[in-house]
């Protein structure tokens, strides 16, 4: 991250004093990709890794909704080349948006982008697929890694990624099956948001009776992702005694400030990083009252919320999310009808997995099957070395 930029999901833009979280564009991406690094001939299809959008890469796939002015989001693609949008969804129909993030989430969007890489490959044969396959960082986070209905679900994306695996192999493609984290189980949140607030350094905008944050104003606030979260605070004077505070506060583990940020000192990398505990994650609720946090908290909103918030992913209990009210909306919706989709749940104790912590802080690891041209492979590999090594087998 201190060379690519990419220090999380999203971070505090300090010259507009706003929080982004989930843009596409590939030029914030500040270092080397994949695809320079290959030899020219090679061509490159990228579906589905993030930041994908207006690269470099020969052939391109990810999710872009329509935004309608009603409020509507309906399910789309962006593609490159553009008429592949069409044909993709022509030949396999339209790509399943809300069974690839929100309280639906499921093994359909995996089955549709395995499809469309088989796809992509039947009409370019490009020498490099990179393809991405979400499907276990659903369950794993909705009921953790130990629930028993995990095996049936790692069967489920085993039979999809099998179907891709016996298809390259019929072409004599050479496949390496990687994954981004381990997945740990976790109890509950930790708010930092509500510790700085409590503190005096965090300030909030009411609107219509409800609190939203005010980034530019706070003199700290966190932005979090999964379990990690950076810190900015306005004032540098004031770094240590907000760190003093962090260091005391339940469900933190780790504190890291200046060079001990290490490989995520960027400029877009909060003042100080802190690292969660191993049975908790970070929410960024700054509320004490469910009834004044901000409307859109209830809802699927990745773009409007400042932090990761693993709750889209489950229902509400009782009325809120039952299946009469959800169906009541949607019909609203389809007739044109503006309508807070308020159905997922505001209870962070209901996350039961998470991650972000390293395997040297006692976390899992993720893994990496190599392909068979690779040799003498190390037990273990920093995830930055994987580029240099596909550069290699390529090459091979």
């Not at 509507?72 to 030949?91: A, G, S, V």
Request: with cysteine; hydrophobic share 40%.
């Amino acid at each position: 991250p201190k060379q690519h930029g990419i220090v999380a999901n999203g971070w505090y833009e300090r010259e507009t004093h706003e929080i982004f979280f989930w843009r596409q564009s590939n030029s914030l991406v500040q270092s080397e990709n994949l695809w320079d690094a290959l030899p020219n001939e090679s061509t490159v299809a990228n579906l589905f890794w993030w930041f994908n959008m207006y690269s470099k890469a020969d052939i391109c796939v990810t999710p872009r909704p329509v935004y309608r002015a009603d409020g509507r989001k309906i399910p789309d693609l962006w593609t490159n080349p553009p008429n592949l949008r069409t044909t993709l969804q022509h030949t396999l129909g339209k790509f399943p948006l809300f069974n690839f993030w929100g309280p639906t989430a499921g093994i359909a969007s995996s089955k549709w982008i395995a499809n469309a890489a088989i796809e992509v490959d039947m009409m370019h044969s490009p020498t490099v697929s990179l393809v991405y396959l979400p499907h276990l960082d659903y369950p794993l986070q909705r009921v953790g890694p130990n629930h028993p209905s995990i095996p049936e679900e790692l069967l489920a994306i085993d039979e999809v990624v099998g179907k891709l695996l016996d298809y390259y192999q019929s072409k004599n493609i050479e496949v390496c099956i990687l994954s981004e984290y381990g997945i740990e189980e976790v109890q509950y949140a930790t708010a930092i948001n509500r510790t700085l607030r409590d503190n005096g350094l965090l300030s909030i905008r009411e609107e219509c009776g409800q609190e939203f944050l005010d980034a530019g104003a706070s003199q700290a606030f966190a932005v979090p992702d999964h379990q990690v979260a950076h810190v900015y605070v306005q004032d540098e004077s004031k770094i240590s005694t907000v760190t003093a505070l962090l260091k005391n506060t339940a469900g933190i583990e780790f504190v890291y400030t200046g060079d001990e940020r290490g490989e995520l000192a960027h400029e877009r990398c909060g003042d100080i990083v802190v690292v969660s505990e191993c049975n908790t994650w970070f929410s960024h609720d700054w509320w004490d009252d469910d009834s004044k946090a901000p409307d859109y908290q209830g809802t699927v909103d990745i773009h409007r919320k400042p932090g990761y918030d693993p709750r889209e992913l489950i229902l509400a209990e009782g009325w809120r999310g039952s299946a009469p009210r959800i169906a009541a909306k949607l019909l609203a919706k389809k007739l044109g009808q503006r309508t807070l989709f308020d159905v997922v749940t505001m209870d962070s104790s209901k996350v039961r997995g998470s991650h972000g912590r390293t395997p040297a802080m006692g976390s899992p690891s993720p893994i990496v099957i190599t392909p068979s041209c690779a040799k003498k492979m190390p037990q273990s590999l920093p995830v930055a070395a994987l580029k240099k090594l596909i550069v290699s087998w390529v090459n091979s």
